[in-house]
């Protein structure tokens, strides 16, 4: 397979990765905001407003649920909080950071307030 078509292959695999975590929390009452959203501090899978406040979603898949969470560096979850604290522009407003954890048979794990503080 070139890298042209694996590229495609893996950018629509993760599309079709954040739509399963964005129903998941659709069903919880959330309401997606943004998807993909892009700052000068980094990029943010989803956005969803729940319960009050905002919801900043990473979402990462791997084999397994335990794989996915490795895939989470301090480096990155910098670069998270950064996109995070800028989408909001200094805004009060109630936040917090979650990682999705998807594994490969489609089960997701939500790690709630996973990146602050």
């Avoid at 975590?21 to 956005?47: F, H, K, N, P, S």
């Avoid at 109630?94 to 990682?99: F, K, Q, Y």
Wanted: aromatic fraction near 4%; proline fraction near 2%; charged fraction near 30%.
């Amino acid at each position: 397979m070139s890298r042209r078509i694996a590229g495609a292959v893996g950018h629509r695999a993760g599309l079709a990765t954040e739509e399963q975590v964005a129903r998941r929390y659709e069903r919880a009452g959330g309401e997606v905001v943004a998807r993909r959203w892009r700052g000068q501090a980094g990029e943010i899978d989803l956005v969803v407003r729940l319960a009050g406040g905002l919801v900043f979603v990473e979402v990462k898949k791997a084999r397994d649920l335990a794989r996915a969470a490795e895939r989470v560096t301090p480096r990155q979850a910098a670069r998270l909080m950064a996109a995070a604290e800028e989408y909001v522009a200094g805004a009060p407003v109630e936040m917090r950071l979650d990682v999705a954890l998807v594994d490969a048979e489609g089960r997701i794990q939500i790690l709630e307030n996973a990146i602050w503080g």
